[in-house]
Each structure stands twice: as C-alpha cells, then as structure tokens.
C-alpha cells in the first residue's frame, strides 16, 4: 500500500511517497502456481482489471502464509506505478496470472456479490479526490464496467483477462480496445464532461449515454464468444 506524504528532509518539507512493507516468503515466480490460493489469484485479477494493470508480472505478486488452509499460499500484489493509463492507450495490459489455473475456475458467491457491489461513480469520485487526471479515471470506469458486464454473463477471469489483452504473436487490438474504439475514436476528445465533485449526483446524462452503447457494445462481444 502506497501513501502520498510529505515529509522534512534537511529541515524542508518534500513530497513523496509510504509503503507499507509486507513481509513474504518471496516473489510467486519462486514458487509452483497449483499452491495458490483461488481467492487470492480471483482478488488479484479482479484488481488489475479495474486499474488496467500493465505490469502484473511474476515477481510483484508476493507469497505469504494462506489463511484458511496451511497447504496453500496466499498472494499479495505490490508495485501499481504502471496502472490507470489514458483511456487511449490501452494496448498493453499485462496479466501474468492468466497463466494460473485458479483464473479459469468460476467465482465464488463472495466474488460476484463484491463485483455486483462495485460502484463506477464512487471509484471515479475517490479517484478525482485522489488528484487523478480525467483521462486515467475514465479508463476506471470503462474498466468497472467491462468487468461487471462480463462477470454478470458467467464468464471466468481468464476469458475477462484475455479479452482484454492484445494477443502475443499478433499484437493485433484485444477486444476490450475495439469496444472502446467503436463507440469513442481515439482521435476524439473525452467523451463527456467528467464532474466528480459529488458521488451522490452520479454520472451526466452525457456519461450515462456513452455507458449504454457501451454496454451494448460489450454485451455483443460477450455472446459472440458464448455462441463460438
């Protein structure tokens, strides 16, 4: 966990930032992936496809002592300076557990109640209060979104997690890019006037609008991969 603070160095006042350190076994490429825990693989992906992730690689998963069970390990994700780009670039999300087994076994109850629960109003206006720029917050909500879409019709966190990333030998657009794309062109302004004084308020109409063809857009690519 990261803070913003601002601490006396030499006598001056400096901003940077605070870590919490978690003491760990080590780094998850140090350890066979089968001992995972599934809620803790489930959390973490769930993590990194709200914030677009573009750097979840082997060695920024740390390895602690599972809770429930003394023969599985637990994971805890670390180092999210690459996450939350602008809304039009989103070419390169990087999920290494996709290559888990536990990313292709369905949620728990508990994980569809936390994903139904999210909220994209409320994550934009923490975000804004947080000082990020609209463009990064956008790239929140349409994320929230896709991943609620996707949740709600039953699809597991490795088919979320390859839709959203570009294929390896191809580099072509992943699906999540050519939704986006489709309704809101690169080469356009941001979509709609993002004002996140007030959660309470919701979104604009404008928002609002964008965010329906935006579901449509999703829910179209999700049954074309259900029928194939």
């Known amino acids: 966990m990261t803070c913003k603070v601002r601490l006396k160095v030499d006598g001056d006042l400096k901003p940077g930032s605070l870590q919490k350190f978690v003491a760990n076994k080590g780094p998850s490429e140090d350890f066979g992936d089968s001992r995972f825990s599934m809620d803790s693989v489930h ?3 769930i993590l990194d496809v709200r ?13 602690v002592d599972g809770h429930n069970d003394s023969k599985t390990l637990d994971l805890v994700p670390i180092d999210h300076g690459l996450c939350l780009p602008n809304w039009r670039s989103l070419e390169e999300a990087t999920f290494d557990w996709l290559f888990f087994a536990q990313a292709k076994v369905p949620f728990s109850e508990t994980t569809l109640n936390y994903v139904r629960d999210l909220s994209p109003e409320r994550d934009a206006y923490l975000l804004a209060k947080l000082g990020i720029v609209p463009e ?17 019709a039953g699809l597991s966190l490795f088919q979320i997690g390859t839709l959203m990333s570009r294929d390896f030998l191809t580099d072509d657009p992943s699906v999540f890019e050519n939704i986006v794309e489709k309704i809101v062109p690169k080469d356009t302004p941001l979509p709609c006037e993002l004002d996140f004084s007030d959660d309470r308020k919701g979104f604009s109409v404008d928002v609002r609008s964008f965010l329906d063809d935006f579901h449509s857009g999703v829910d179209n690519a999700i049954s074309d991969i259900v029928k194939s």
């Open 43 to 45: 959390r973490i992906g």
């Open 51 to 63: 914030i677009f992730n573009m750097d979840r690689h082997l060695g920024n998963m740390l390895v």
């Open 136 to 152: 990064a917050v956008f790239t929140n909500i349409l994320c929230t979104v896709f991943l609620k879409r996707c949740v709600a």
